[in-house]
């Protein structure tokens, strides 16, 4: 089994930052991608940013290029998004998932395990 925990969220200004972190905790390998989503009031959960288990390589959303960073340390078991520029319309609960494959993935059903969310909320 695997656990999921994401920290990190909060109450922000338009144009700040804030780091979002996951701990990963139970039976993971070499071979979990990992990625981070976001769902706001009323809305569907939709896909942000995913990394390999090396890190090697990325992928986000058009909407956050440029803004935010998808990051992992496996020494310490955690996965970050680091978000910058933050604008109302980043207004969400964010999620972070692990799924069983070595390959990014940008849709809910690709992955296998979740976190219960962190809410960010930015005002303008």
């Known amino acids: 089994q695997v656990q999921l925990v994401e920290s990190g969220g909060g109450l922000v200004q338009a144009g700040g930052s804030l780091r979002l972190s996951c701990a990963v905790s139970g039976r993971t390998s070499s071979s979990n991608a990992m990625g981070w989503f976001r769902q706001a009031p009323g809305k569907e959960r939709e896909f942000v940013a995913a990394i390999t288990w090396s890190g090697a390589s990325t992928y986000n959303q058009d909407s956050v290029k440029g803004r935010f960073a998808i990051s992992r340390d496996n020494a310490k078991n955690t996965v970050y998004l680091q978000m910058n520029s933050l604008n109302p319309e980043d207004t969400a609960v964010y999620y972070c998932?692990?799924?069983?494959?070595?390959?990014?993935?940008?849709?809910?059903?690709?992955?296998?395990?979740w976190g219960q969310g962190t809410q960010v909320t930015v005002s303008s």
């Open positions: 998932a692990l799924r069983s494959s070595i390959r990014l993935a940008t849709k809910e059903g690709q992955y296998d395990y």
